[in-house]
């Protein structure tokens, strides 16, 4: 055999030996990280027998996100990917007959709504449009779907007048001033904005143009809620001539499908978003929050009755924000808060009352034990939500009258052979006040309570989010070398 070729079988076989013992080590290491799944966006059919939602994990060769779409059936209990290849999806969304699902994805070469139908097993694209779309929402009737886009607002007559110098020919210059005009020109994770307005559209799901609904140089904001005959189409938007400089303002705006009229539905102060109609049509649901100049305030679900424009406010005697919720029938709720490091799911009567489902969403926000996590509700009552725990990542669980079951294991074959960090939880009083400071500590795997370790202290943005005793593969990285690491829900988190 020749040296090099001898060589070239030394190295391989050296780097199948460490790629081994790499793989078989029974502590949480940093490749580990790209083998991790986890449940994100489950949306059951109204039908209440299928379930879909994005299977999120990451992409070593690419050091990037991939998300795929998969199903699973309730009353076969058979669980299989529906869209899961080199491409990525997103937005799954059941139309209301639980025929058909639109999504998002790059399939075409840029992010694009697309449909597929169930029974037929056929794939559709939709759009080719310039921008990213967001707030997919199916007619009632199945037969058109809205959603929200950027459209951009264009260069102003003070920009077309700044006159630039002429760069000479084969000149290396700096790149040319750009001129912004907006309050918001900029924001976390995207940078300098391309000065746009975001306005509702709606396209039909048999394939076709898609017509803007809203006009004028304001923001129109999803959800987007259609009217049980589907004639008009909810959203959220602050059409005040100073809504840029406004930030805690916004209110609910009702367009017309056909005629392209506006109605206003609140003038509430403060921000009302989130609007959803009730089964016939009289009332609409929706969140809001007063604009009290104070550092947090709460959301609270209200009811507006369309024929006299009366408001009830549904949550006003429960001391915690409502993230998000769903019609249940009866004029009652099914809704989403967050209490004490945990999110729960609960019942909220058309009276107020609120008893508790669930306290396990979480799992989806996993670099960091942020807490985190979603549900759908179908006519039947039945729910889908993100199941987590400090052990695992989010997975597919189900709810139906009072019974909870978890549905998948996506990380029991890589974390069900480690032995991660253990979480516990931390209670203090406050030396300054004695106000109570709930938080977590994590011991390294095999833990000695006779030994000494280095400590950690990981703190957290805000001061308005939350750490929880859920998955973080973050500090399970710190505790797996070692460190005993502690977080708190310090003074001022929600």
């Not at 310039?130 to 607002?153: E, G, Q």
């Not at 002429?166 to 000065?195: N, T």
């Not at 009352?353 to 306290?359: A, G, I, P, S, Y």
């Not at 406050?430 to 109570?436: A, I, K, L, T």
Request: hydrophobic residues 30%; charged residues 20%; proline residues 5%.
């Amino acid at each position: 055999m020749k040296l090099n070729a001898l060589l070239t079988l030394s190295s391989a076989l050296l780097c199948a030996s460490y790629s081994v013992q790499l793989y078989a080590t029974d502590t949480f290491t940093a490749e580990d990280i790209f083998q991790l799944e986890y449940v994100n966006n489950p949306q059951i059919s109204p039908d209440g027998k299928k379930i879909i939602y994005l299977r999120s994990g990451y992409d070593i060769m690419q050091d990037a996100a991939k998300r795929s779409i998969w199903m699973y059936d309730v009353k076969q209990n058979q669980h299989y990917p529906l869209l899961a290849d080199e491409y990525n999806y997103g937005q799954p969304t059941w139309s209301p007959d639980s025929k058909k699902i639109a999504f998002t994805s790059n399939r075409s070469g840029s992010n694009q709504l697309h449909v597929y139908w169930l029974e037929q097993d056929k794939l559709a694209l939709l759009t080719q449009l310039p921008k990213s779309i967001r707030s997919l929402s199916w007619s009632n009737n199945s037969d058109n779907i809205a959603f929200t886009m950027n459209v951009p607002a264009g260069k102003t007559d003070f920009v077309k007048s700044v006159k630039l110098p002429k760069k000479p020919k084969g000149a290396a210059w700096s790149k040319p001033v750009k001129v912004y005009e907006k309050a918001r020109y900029q924001a976390d994770g995207s940078g300098y904005l391309e000065p746009a307005y975001r306005h509702v559209f709606v396209v039909p799901a048999n394939g076709g143009t898609a017509r803007q609904l809203t006009t004028g140089n304001y923001q129109h904001y999803g959800p987007l809620a259609w009217s049980p005959n589907d004639n008009k189409l909810a959203f959220s938007s602050d059409q005040h001539v100073d809504w840029e400089y406004r930030t805690t303002e916004s209110d609910l705006y009702e367009v017309d499908i056909n005629q392209g009229t506006y109605t206003q539905l609140t003038q509430l102060p403060g921000r009302e978003f989130r609007p959803t109609y009730s089964e016939n049509g009289k009332k609409i649901a929706f969140l809001a929050r007063d604009n009290a100049p104070v550092p947090y305030v709460n959301y609270q679900l209200n009811v507006i009755t369309k024929s006299n424009k009366k408001i009830a406010n549904i949550s006003n005697n429960f001391d915690r924000s409502v993230a998000d919720y769903k019609w249940s029938g009866n004029g009652d709720f099914v809704i989403q808060y967050d209490d004490f490091g945990k999110r729960k799911l609960a019942k909220l009567s058309s009276k107020g009352k609120v008893t508790d489902l669930v306290d396990s969403l979480s799992g989806t926000s996993i670099g960091r034990p942020y807490i985190s996590g979603s549900f759908s509700l179908a006519k039947n009552g039945a729910v889908a939500y993100t199941q987590g725990s400090s052990q695992r990542p989010a997975d597919l669980a189900y709810l139906y009258k009072g019974k909870s079951k978890t549905l998948t294991t996506l990380n029991e074959d890589l974390l069900g052979h480690k032995q991660l960090g253990e979480v516990h939880e931390l209670n203090v009083k406050s030396s300054f006040d004695n106000e109570s400071i709930q938080g977590w500590y994590i011991t390294p795997p095999n833990f000695d309570k006779t030994k000494k370790y280095p400590l950690l202290l990981e703190i957290h943005g805000g001061p308005h989010l939350a750490y929880g005793p859920s998955f973080t593969a973050e500090l399970q990285r710190y505790a797996s070398e070692g460190y005993v690491v502690v977080y708190v829900n310090y003074r001022g988190s929600t």
